[in-house]
Protein backbone atom coordinates (compact mmCIF):
# COMPACT_ATOMS: atom_id res chain seq x y z
CA UNK A 1 0.00 0.00 0.00
CA UNK A 2 1.08 3.51 -1.28
CA UNK A 3 2.07 6.00 1.86
CA UNK A 4 0.62 8.95 -0.07
CA UNK A 5 -1.72 11.34 1.19
CA UNK A 6 -3.50 14.33 -0.30
CA UNK A 7 -6.07 16.39 1.41
CA UNK A 8 -8.58 17.33 1.13
CA UNK A 9 -10.07 14.84 -0.96
CA UNK A 10 -12.80 16.54 -2.37
CA UNK A 11 -13.01 21.03 -2.42
CA UNK A 12 -15.58 23.50 -4.00
CA UNK A 13 -14.32 27.09 -3.61
CA UNK A 14 -15.44 30.46 -4.45
CA UNK A 15 -13.79 32.43 -7.35
CA UNK A 16 -10.55 34.39 -6.16
CA UNK A 17 -9.93 32.12 -3.50
CA UNK A 18 -6.53 31.14 -2.22
CA UNK A 19 -5.85 27.79 -2.14
CA UNK A 20 -3.02 24.92 -1.28
CA UNK A 21 -3.36 21.38 -1.92
CA UNK A 22 -1.22 19.16 -0.02
CA UNK A 23 0.30 16.09 -0.74
CA UNK A 24 2.45 14.17 1.58
CA UNK A 25 4.66 11.11 1.42
CA UNK A 26 6.12 8.71 4.02
CA UNK A 27 8.46 6.62 2.13
CA UNK A 28 11.50 9.05 1.64
CA UNK A 29 11.07 9.52 -1.82
CA UNK A 30 13.30 12.15 -3.69
CA UNK A 31 11.00 12.41 -6.40
CA UNK A 32 7.68 14.10 -6.64
CA UNK A 33 4.89 15.42 -8.94
CA UNK A 34 1.58 16.76 -9.82
CA UNK A 35 -0.55 15.66 -12.77
CA UNK A 36 -3.86 17.69 -13.56
CA UNK A 37 -6.38 14.98 -14.58
CA UNK A 38 -8.98 16.10 -17.54
CA UNK A 39 -12.45 14.71 -17.11
CA UNK A 40 -11.51 13.37 -20.25
CA UNK A 41 -8.82 11.30 -18.42
CA UNK A 42 -5.67 12.24 -19.86
CA UNK A 43 -2.86 13.09 -17.38
CA UNK A 44 -0.62 16.25 -17.55
CA UNK A 45 2.24 16.70 -15.48
CA UNK A 46 2.12 20.34 -14.23
CA UNK A 47 4.89 20.04 -11.56
CA UNK A 48 8.02 18.18 -10.45
CA UNK A 49 11.00 18.28 -8.20
CA UNK A 50 13.57 15.62 -7.94
CA UNK A 51 14.69 16.98 -4.34
CA UNK A 52 14.67 19.83 -2.08
CA UNK A 53 14.25 23.25 -2.93
CA UNK A 54 14.25 21.71 -6.54
CA UNK A 55 10.74 22.40 -8.12
CA UNK A 56 10.22 22.63 -12.09
CA UNK A 57 7.47 22.97 -14.37
CA UNK A 58 6.18 20.12 -16.08
CA UNK A 59 4.37 19.49 -19.98
CA UNK A 60 1.33 21.66 -18.98
CA UNK A 61 1.69 25.34 -18.39
CA UNK A 62 0.12 26.02 -15.14
CA UNK A 63 -1.14 29.19 -12.75
CA UNK A 64 -0.38 26.87 -9.87
CA UNK A 65 3.05 26.87 -7.78
CA UNK A 66 4.56 24.25 -5.77
CA UNK A 67 7.52 24.38 -2.82
CA UNK A 68 9.80 21.60 -1.36
CA UNK A 69 10.87 22.36 1.98
CA UNK A 70 10.91 19.10 3.10
CA UNK A 71 11.27 15.72 1.48
CA UNK A 72 7.81 14.18 2.51
CA UNK A 73 5.84 17.32 1.83
CA UNK A 74 4.95 19.15 -1.92
CA UNK A 75 1.93 21.25 -1.49
CA UNK A 76 0.45 23.48 -4.47
CA UNK A 77 -0.77 26.65 -4.04
CA UNK A 78 -3.08 28.77 -6.28
CA UNK A 79 -3.67 32.02 -5.60
CA UNK A 80 -6.88 33.23 -7.39
CA UNK A 81 -8.48 30.14 -8.05
CA UNK A 82 -10.60 30.34 -10.82
CA UNK A 83 -13.49 28.14 -12.90
CA UNK A 84 -11.35 27.24 -15.63
CA UNK A 85 -9.20 25.39 -12.12
CA UNK A 86 -12.07 23.36 -11.58
CA UNK A 87 -9.70 19.35 -12.32
CA UNK A 88 -8.67 16.54 -10.66
CA UNK A 89 -5.19 17.09 -9.00
CA UNK A 90 -3.29 14.21 -8.80
CA UNK A 91 0.16 13.58 -6.36
CA UNK A 92 2.71 11.16 -6.94
CA UNK A 93 6.46 9.92 -5.87
CA UNK A 94 9.30 7.89 -6.87
CA UNK A 95 12.71 6.94 -5.71
CA UNK A 96 13.97 7.91 -9.02
CA UNK A 97 17.15 6.01 -10.49
CA UNK A 98 16.26 2.96 -12.80
CA UNK A 99 12.87 1.39 -12.03
CA UNK A 100 10.09 4.61 -11.88
CA UNK A 101 7.63 3.09 -10.43
CA UNK A 102 4.98 5.97 -9.16
CA UNK A 103 3.08 5.81 -6.40
CA UNK A 104 -0.18 7.98 -6.23
CA UNK A 105 -1.82 9.38 -3.91
CA UNK A 106 -5.76 9.66 -3.90
CA UNK A 107 -6.06 12.62 -5.63
CA UNK A 108 -7.98 16.21 -4.91
CA UNK A 109 -10.79 16.67 -6.58
CA UNK A 110 -11.06 20.74 -7.10
CA UNK A 111 -14.73 23.15 -7.94
CA UNK A 112 -14.46 26.01 -8.41
CA UNK A 113 -17.38 28.30 -8.70
CA UNK B 1 9.12 13.85 -28.75
CA UNK B 2 7.57 11.70 -26.36
CA UNK B 3 3.88 10.08 -27.11
CA UNK B 4 2.02 7.64 -25.97
CA UNK B 5 -0.90 6.39 -27.92
CA UNK B 6 -3.60 4.43 -26.77
CA UNK B 7 -7.31 3.52 -27.45
CA UNK B 8 -10.05 5.57 -25.42
CA UNK B 9 -12.21 2.57 -24.86
CA UNK B 10 -12.81 -0.95 -25.07
CA UNK B 11 -15.94 -2.68 -24.18
CA UNK B 12 -15.71 -6.81 -23.28
CA UNK B 13 -18.43 -8.80 -21.92
CA UNK B 14 -17.55 -10.70 -18.23
CA UNK B 15 -15.31 -13.96 -18.81
CA UNK B 16 -13.41 -12.90 -22.23
CA UNK B 17 -9.93 -11.55 -22.44
CA UNK B 18 -9.18 -7.69 -22.40
CA UNK B 19 -6.45 -6.63 -25.18
CA UNK B 20 -5.70 -2.95 -24.38
CA UNK B 21 -2.72 -1.80 -26.70
CA UNK B 22 0.12 1.35 -26.66
CA UNK B 23 2.37 2.45 -28.89
CA UNK B 24 5.40 4.73 -27.25
CA UNK B 25 8.15 6.35 -29.18
CA UNK B 26 11.15 6.78 -27.13
CA UNK B 27 13.82 3.62 -27.26
CA UNK B 28 15.50 4.91 -24.19
CA UNK B 29 13.15 3.43 -21.79
CA UNK B 30 14.07 1.12 -19.86
CA UNK B 31 11.00 -0.01 -18.54
CA UNK B 32 7.36 0.14 -19.51
CA UNK B 33 4.34 0.34 -17.54
CA UNK B 34 0.51 -0.48 -17.27
CA UNK B 35 -1.25 1.52 -14.52
CA UNK B 36 -4.77 0.99 -13.44
CA UNK B 37 -6.81 3.38 -12.13
CA UNK B 38 -10.73 2.84 -10.69
CA UNK B 39 -13.15 5.80 -10.35
CA UNK B 40 -12.54 8.41 -8.14
CA UNK B 41 -9.42 7.15 -6.97
CA UNK B 42 -5.43 7.56 -8.08
CA UNK B 43 -3.40 5.39 -10.36
CA UNK B 44 -1.86 2.10 -8.99
CA UNK B 45 0.99 0.72 -10.84
CA UNK B 46 -0.73 -2.69 -12.35
CA UNK B 47 2.40 -4.33 -14.02
CA UNK B 48 5.72 -3.45 -15.88
CA UNK B 49 7.74 -4.79 -18.02
CA UNK B 50 11.74 -4.32 -18.64
CA UNK B 51 12.61 -3.57 -22.24
CA UNK B 52 14.58 -6.39 -22.89
CA UNK B 53 11.87 -8.78 -22.04
CA UNK B 54 9.26 -9.66 -24.83
CA UNK B 55 6.73 -11.23 -22.64
CA UNK B 56 5.57 -10.76 -18.72
CA UNK B 57 3.20 -12.92 -17.26
CA UNK B 58 1.43 -12.47 -13.81
CA UNK B 59 -1.68 -14.23 -13.25
CA UNK B 60 -4.72 -13.13 -15.22
CA UNK B 61 -2.21 -10.29 -16.88
CA UNK B 62 -0.11 -11.15 -20.03
CA UNK B 63 2.07 -8.07 -21.06
CA UNK B 64 3.60 -8.56 -24.16
CA UNK B 65 6.51 -5.84 -25.78
CA UNK B 66 7.19 -5.70 -29.67
CA UNK B 67 10.27 -3.36 -28.79
CA UNK B 68 11.03 -3.15 -32.66
CA UNK B 69 7.86 -1.63 -33.78
CA UNK B 70 7.51 0.04 -29.46
CA UNK B 71 3.80 -1.48 -28.94
CA UNK B 72 3.26 -2.84 -25.51
CA UNK B 73 -0.44 -5.02 -24.90
CA UNK B 74 -1.91 -5.56 -21.51
CA UNK B 75 -4.17 -8.52 -21.81
CA UNK B 76 -6.56 -9.29 -18.79
CA UNK B 77 -8.05 -12.70 -19.00
CA UNK B 78 -11.52 -13.91 -17.80
CA UNK B 79 -12.07 -10.12 -17.54
CA UNK B 80 -14.49 -9.55 -14.09
CA UNK B 81 -16.77 -6.85 -13.71
CA UNK B 82 -14.08 -5.25 -11.19
CA UNK B 83 -11.36 -4.80 -13.44
CA UNK B 84 -13.87 -2.24 -15.13
CA UNK B 85 -11.51 0.94 -14.81
CA UNK B 86 -8.96 3.39 -16.85
CA UNK B 87 -5.92 1.34 -18.12
CA UNK B 88 -2.63 4.15 -18.58
CA UNK B 89 0.50 2.89 -20.60
CA UNK B 90 3.93 4.51 -19.82
CA UNK B 91 7.11 4.79 -20.79
CA UNK B 92 10.14 6.06 -19.03
CA UNK B 93 12.66 7.96 -21.14
CA UNK B 94 15.72 9.33 -20.27
CA UNK B 95 15.66 12.54 -18.89
CA UNK B 96 19.65 13.34 -18.16
CA UNK B 97 21.37 13.33 -14.50
CA UNK B 98 20.54 9.57 -14.68
CA UNK B 99 16.93 10.34 -14.37
CA UNK B 100 14.13 8.66 -15.82
CA UNK B 101 10.52 10.47 -16.05
CA UNK B 102 7.14 9.15 -16.73
CA UNK B 103 5.19 9.37 -19.82
CA UNK B 104 1.35 8.34 -19.40
CA UNK B 105 -0.80 7.54 -22.56
CA UNK B 106 -4.18 9.42 -22.24
CA UNK B 107 -5.77 5.90 -20.86
CA UNK B 108 -7.64 3.85 -22.34
CA UNK B 109 -11.44 3.13 -20.25
CA UNK B 110 -12.19 -0.55 -19.83
CA UNK B 111 -15.67 -1.44 -19.88
CA UNK B 112 -17.03 -5.18 -18.28
CA UNK B 113 -20.22 -5.79 -19.41
CA UNK B 114 -22.22 -8.55 -17.05
Known amino acids: EADIYQTPRYLVIGTGKKITLECSQT?????MYWYQQDPGMELHLIHY???????EKGDLSSESTVSRIRTEHFPLTLESARPSHTSQYLC????????????FGQGTRLTVV | GEDVEQSLFLSVREGDSSVINCTYT??????LYWYKQEPGAGLQLLTY?????DMKQDQRLTVLLNKKDKHLSLRIADTQTGDSAIYFC??????????????FGKGTKLSVIP
Open chain 1, 92 to 103: ASSAGQGHTEAF
Open chain 1, 27 to 31: MGHDK
Open chain 1, 49 to 55: SYGVNST
Open chain 2, 26 to 31: DSSSTY
Open chain 2, 49 to 53: IFSNM
Open chain 2, 90 to 103: AESPYSGAGSYQLT
